[in-house]
Nanobody, 120 residues
Framework: QVQLVESGGGSVQAGGSLRLSCAVS?????MGWFRQAPGKEREAVAG???????YYADSVKGRFTISQDNARNTLYLQMNSLKPEDTAMYYC?????????????????WGQGNQVTVSS
């Protein structure tokens, strides 16, 4: 019933920028971005709640910015100063309640994923 459609992934050289977008069919309290590299656990990258609280992983703080459009129907992740270690499949996710910053808890609706590859 709730759909999340991602776009904006691709390949970029180290130091470059990308912006990921996630169109959401319904406004939800918890919105966030996650990533997973092969052989690694999925990790939280950035998140925002309807209460205005934001979370950033230490590895991306100062380089990535999470935001929403005025209608709160689209979630963005602006990624600057990209590093090879940022290479992963990126997912947007959402939940109605129970979300925990920095974890997967409460995020029960997921986008299809977008590959981000950063070359040296």
């Amino acid at each position: 019933q709730v759909q999340l459609v991602e776009s904006g992934g691709g390949s970029v050289q180290a130091g470059g920028s990308l912006r990921l977008s996630c169109a959401v069919s319904a406004s939800m309290y918890c919105m966030g971005w996650f990533r997973q590299a092969p052989g690694k656990e999925r990790e939280a990258v950035a998140g925002v709640t309807g209460g205005g609280n934001e979370y950033y992983a230490d590895s991306v703080k100062g380089r990535f910015t999470i935001s929403q459009d005025n209608a709160r129907n689209t979630l963005y992740l602006q990624m600057n100063s990209l590093k090879p270690e940022d290479t992963a499949m990126y997912y947007c996710a959402a939940g109605w309640w129970g979300c925990v910053p920095g974890s997967l808890s409460g995020y029960n609706h997921w986008g299809q994923g977008n590959q981000v590859t950063v070359s040296s």
